[in-house]
């Protein structure tokens, strides 16, 4: 954090906020801290045996228990523990005993009138995301909670106000949360969105959750402040929801930074809000004034005894924790020196595995990146190491053009076969390096004027005569000669 506790600029905002208005020429910093709530890949919910799967019919995957019927009690789903320990170590969090709590509210998406919760004691406690960037971001907190029924307001825009009765579906409810709070640590949108591709990448490298934003699977609730630049104190935040892919999160902070910088400026206050994010006007609005912990009536939950993980259970996940999504990038950096941002495309993609094997092959890094990037953005199907190291050798010695690499690897995506089938199939008969010369010489031969002034010519002129003789010779190749060679023999039979 760029704290600098004491400077001049600490006091200068004492004195200009809230009201007083913002020196003229102030520099402003955003601050943004992210609670987000990972659904967790569970067969069946958190405390009961109905499913946890995504859509099917209003109120078919239901129970006494979620339904909060009378005489019920929750059981502790040990999967749900599993993967929330999971995230955790993931994190570098430090996995501690933990206690459940209610935490009352009034809303109908939750028939006990009551979500149970972690509160005062979560399950992992710190932490850090470190980002492609470089940038590390801290964590608070991960701590598991069950998910609440989806009310949907029929008639008057979707909104409670104005609508003429609700429907609720509590097909959710129940289903396992982990959510992840983390420090205001975040200085930019651009930082937001990274932190949480980032963690998506995690939750996912670790099956904990498959990190479908547009599924409500993954929910991202954004905190936003502003203060001017070198203050260390932080701003009064508002909190966005609705927020429901990574666009909309970097569109709503932007904006949301915005409005707040204009009413500082123009000498009116933040009020600390929770603020709804539309997407089709770009705004936000206000929801409600933010509720204090008190509003929720926290108390630990007499139906569950208090969650203390074994020792050797959480090292057992420890040890067979998979490779992370930093990690990945790290060895696919060190065995191929290549740009970070390639890097990061191929692991984010999941293709670093086949990679690093082609390299071990013996094909040239640089080029498989490449090829995987350009080429294979759709998935790699069928395509093994083995076969992209044996093709990635058949266009080194120029047996086959670049574009028909192109079409041999879509091919070998699809079918599986190795390069050199495939060529043969598609009719990729490589022009061999003896008779392109020839055909050179020929050419040549036959174009005499034109060639004379390939010879004589200088920058355009000579570029013209180079295509045009490549052109004749494609041509008589059926575009299956290597422009490069084509190139190079031109180059030596003019003597330059
Ligand atoms: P609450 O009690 O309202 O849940 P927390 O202290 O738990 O508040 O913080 C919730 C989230 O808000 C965290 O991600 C935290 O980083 C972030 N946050 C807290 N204060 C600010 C602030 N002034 N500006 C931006 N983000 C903040
Ligand atoms: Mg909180």
Redesign the pocket.
Known sequence: MSDRPGSGADALWAAGSPGLGAPEGTEWET?????VHAELLTRTKLFSSSPNAFGGEPNTHIDPVCLGLPGTLPVLNRHAVELAVRVGLALGAEVRPSIFARKNYFYPDMPKDYQISQYDRPINVGGRLELPSGKVVRI?RAHLEEDTGKTTHMGGAGRIDGAAYSLVDYNRAGVPLLEI?????MRSAAEAREFVAELRATLVAVGASDGKMEEGSLRVDA???VRPAGVSR????C?IKNVNSLRSLGRALEHEARRQIELLTSGEAVAQQTRHWDEDEGRTTALRS?EE?TDYRYFPEPDLVPLAPEGAWVEQIRAELPLLPRQRRRRLADATDEAPARVSLIVERGQDDLALEAVEAGAPAAAVLKHLEQNLAGGTGALTAAGLAELLAMEESAELTSNQVKDVLADMARTGQAPAAVARRLGFEAVGAGELAVLVDRMIAEHPEEWRRLCSGEGRERKKMQGFFTGQVMRATKGQADGRRVAALLAERAGS
């Not at 932080?234 to 935040?237: A, D, F, K, Q």
């Open positions: 601050v943004i801290g992210l609670e608070e709070v983390s420090r205001p640590d905190n936003v402040s932080l701003g009064t935040r909190e933010k912990a």
